[in-house]
Each structure stands twice: as structure tokens, then as C-alpha cells.
């Protein structure tokens, strides 16, 4: 089960990547959207321009080592916190009516998924995904040599 939800998740967030990674200018025009890390009154661009350039970076090597099993605990850790993050931009979001018509999840265009509950629900789902690889231990197969033979 546990490399089951290592390849859903972080195929998410492989293909999540993609395209801000290609590219971070478009990415940081979302992220100024969301009015949490800037630019506003406290804090100029710079925030969040360094966000849209590391974040998608982030994203794909969480992604890549929850696809490949490689330190599967230390990669949910960071999805994990990862999906607090955007739990808590969408949900400041919504809470100050900010109408965000693509969230910036998977597409940087026009043409991106709305910010509403269906996104909570998902990246609740996805966080509960990673809850189960973090805090749930994985089924050790039966060694051969070790079972008592007949």
C-alpha cells in the first residue's frame, strides 16, 4: 500500500512541477494573487519570487523520491508541510474572497484549476496520504529463511 500512494502523491507532484519549473514568471504572478507572500505594503516581490522558483523544485524532488522510495518518511515529511502550505494560501484565499481562477496547481495559464473546495478536498486527501506513509509502517514481506519450514 505504502508504494502505491508513494507513486499517486508524488506523480502529483512530479506533474505539479512541470510547469512552473518551465515557467516561474507566470508562476509568481499566482503566487502575488494569493497576497501572502507578497508583493504588497510589508514585503516587496521578492519572496515571492524566490517561492515560484524553489517551490516547483521542491515539489519534484519530494515527488521523485516518494515515486522511487528513496527516504519515502523524509519526502512525505516535506509533502506533508508542502500541503499545509497550500491548505492554508487557498483557504486564506477563500476567506478573503479572493477570486483565484487557477490556482496554480498543475498549469500556470489561464486556463488552471479554480481555488475552492474541491481543491481543499483533494489536498486534504493528498495530506491524509502522506499521514499514512509518515506515522504507519509499511508490511514487511515474509523472509523465506526465516519462516520455519515443512
Excluded at 37 to 53: E, R, T, Y
Excluded at 88 to 111: H, M, P, R
Aim: glycine content about 8%; some cysteine.
Amino acid at each position: 500500500m505504502h508504494w502505491a500512494i508513494g507513486i499517486l502523491i508524488g506523480g502529483v507532484f512530479v506533474y505539479a512541477a512541470i510547469d512552473k519549473i518551465a515557467h516561474p514568471a507566470d508562476f509568481a504572478r499566482i503566487v502575488y494573487h494569493y497576497q501572502l507572500a507578497g508583493p504588497n505594503a510589508f514585503v516587496g516581490p521578492m519572496p515571492a519570487n524566490v517561492l515560484s522558483v524553489v517551490l516547483p523544485w521542491i515539489e519534484a524532488l519530494a515527488g521523485l523520491l516518494l515515486i522511487c522510495g528513496i527516504w519515502r518518511r523524509p519526502a512525505a515529511a516535506v509533502t506533508a508541510a508542502m500541503l499545509v502550505m497550500f491548505l492554508v494560501a487557498v483557504s486564506w484565499a477563500l476567506s478573503q474572497n479572493i477570486d483565484i481562477e487557477n490556482c496554480g496547481c498543475f498549469s500556470v495559464s489561464g486556463e488552471g484549476r479554480a481555488a475552492g473546495l474541491r481543491l481543499v478536498l483533494s489536498d486534504a486527501a493528498m495530506l491524509l496520504g502522506t499521514a499514512v506513509l509518515l506515522y504507519l509502517a509499511p508490511r514487511k514481506k515474509a523472509d523465506s529463511a526465516t519462516q520455519p519450514s515443512r
